[in-house]
């Protein structure tokens, strides 16, 4: 038995010993034409030891890398050199497909056709693929803005928590001067006005007194003229006694002054000139009417009364307050007063709402809060926008002690998009995003260290939108990624 094998073992040694048999075109291991192959469980029980495979030597095969040994312990079918076809009668082997074939459906591992692993899908690191693409239109409406990068400073990183606060200066609690029941009210909360509107109609009884009397006053005044002029005229003739002439001029006299008391009265109640004129020309008007005017142009922000209400002279019933400027106060802490001592103007920002101006310093108190031991810094801020809306928390912070960078950005146009920060550039066919690294950052601003040299091409205004057509399109952050 022992003789059998070692005659079975020549021939396929001297197979393998001969110069040249694997260069053969005969025995190409994937030309498989004329041979009769089984299928790929069958050869799985194949007993190869009748075969000569017993002693299988492969440390004949010049390429490794074809032989898996997953599929194939010691049975290389990618290289058919040791393998003797005449002794496998009626073994059928066109079925013969890997079994690591038949997942791979076509996936040549040897040299990986159709996978070239310099090309990760479209992920080419050399150039540039196609970007987020917008007609001119869709740039108009999603407010895109191309800027070149260029320097700037970023602003000290010293800031202190502040609060808008109504101009104290520009405030009105509106209280009514008469007392009365409100007949109609003319504005509501949130309403602008202008000096000298009316507010509200209140029907005083007070009012209609106070006219009444100025009404009397200006009887008598009128009367006493007339007899102090008579008396004068037959003075002057000679008619009537000196004596009589001084009486007329002295009730002339007390009537215009009771006249003008009248009249200070009703002046004091809110009536003007011209009303008091129209009421000495028409005497038979409604005297209960008290009209309630607004005394500076501004905006309601409270009011306090409704049709049909009692109102008295104690509680204000609007309040009205002009928005064009606002205060903004800030508690600065004993340790930090000398940063913003001598400063004119002091940077004001809100970086949620992207918000940042400079107020002048109207107010340093001297002195310090006994329980929190700060100090209140006072800015007088133009809001003639309307931005900044009292109750609004804010930061301070001193605008020249920022420090120069050499590109710097607005924040909004920062992203993260894929674990990376990035910007978006225009690219060749698109917009495409670049990685960037960022350094210092201030309210609004934001320094870019590397990845955005001065003079290039960014989108300043607008990235956000970008950003969401490059998501609701599914696309690659990384395809034309601009390295």
């Known amino acids: 038995m022992k003789t059998q094998s070692l005659s079975l073992l020549f021939p396929l040694l001297s197979l393998v010993l001969v110069p040249g048999f694997a260069d ?39 390429d490794p890398k074809d032989h898996h040994p997953s599929d194939h312990e010691g049975h290389d079918h990618h290289n058919h050199e040791e393998h003797d076809h005449g002794e496998h009668e009626g073994h059928n082997h066109e079925d013969h497909i890997p079994e690591k074939e038949q997942n791979h459906d076509g996936h040549d591992h040897g040299g990986h056709e159709g996978h070239d692993h310099g090309d990760h899908d479209g992920h080419d ?91 009397s006053a200006l009887a008598e005044k009128q009367l006493a003229d007339k007899r102090y002029n008579r008396e004068k005229r037959l003075r002057d003739k000679g008619i009537n006694s000196e004596e009589d002439t001084l009486a007329a001029e002295e009730t002339a006299l007390r009537s215009n002054i009771a006249l003008r008391t009248t009249r200070q009265k009703l002046l004091a109640l809110g009536q003007d000139a011209d009303s008091l004129l129209v009421l000495a020309a028409d005497p038979n008007q409604v005297l209960t009417q008290y009209h309630l005017r607004a005394p500076i142009s ?6 306090h009364l409704v049709t049909g209400e009692h109102v008295d002279t104690e509680n204000d019933v609007f309040t009205l307050v002009d928005l ?15 940063q913003i001592a001598g400063k004119n103007r002091l940077l004001t920002s809100d970086t949620r709402r992207n918000l940042s101006g400079t107020g002048k310093v109207t107010l340093l108190t001297p002195f310090v809060d006994p329980e929190r031991r700060n100090a209140t810094v006072r800015l007088l801020l133009d809001n003639a926008s309307g931005d900044w809306l009292p109750g609004q928390f804010v930061t301070v912070q001193p605008p020249d002690q920022g420090k120069d960078a050499t590109v710097v950005v607005p924040s909004d146009s920062v992203l993260r998009m894929d674990g990376e920060t990035v910007v978006f550039i225009p690219g060749e066919e698109g917009f495409i995003t670049a990685p960037v690294t960022v350094g210092r950052r201030d309210a609004t601003q934001v320094e870019i260290l590397k990845g955005l040299s001065p003079g290039a091409r960014y989108v300043k205004q607008g990235a956000f939108h970008l950003k969401a057509v490059m998501v609701t399109q599914d696309m690659d952050p990384h395809a034309g990624h601009g390295h």
């Open 324 to 338: 064009s400027t606002v205060w903004v106060e800030a508690s600065i802490p004993v340790s930090q007063i000398h």
């Open 298 to 303: 501004g905006t309601v922000i409270h009011r």
């Open 125 to 215: 690191h050399h150039g540039q693929d196609t970007g987020v693409v917008l007609s001119a239109e869709q740039l108009q409406r999603f407010n895109i803005h191309i800027s070149e990068a260029t320097g700037g400073a970023i602003a000290s990183d010293s800031s202190f928590p502040a609060e808008v606060k109504f101009n104290g200066n520009h405030l009105v609690h509106l209280v009514p001067r008469v007392s009365g029941i409100a007949s109609r009210v003319e504005v509501k909360l949130g309403d602008v006005v202008e000096a000298g509107q009316i507010l509200a109609v209140i029907n005083s009884r007070e009012l209609a007194d106070a006219k009444a009397e100025f009404l």
């Open 24 to 62: 053969s075109p005969t025995l190409d291991p994937h030309d498989h034409s004329g041979h009769n192959h089984p299928a790929h469980e069958e050869h799985n029980q194949h007993d190869h030891s009748a075969h000569g495979h017993e002693d299988h030597d492969d440390s004949g095969h010049e």
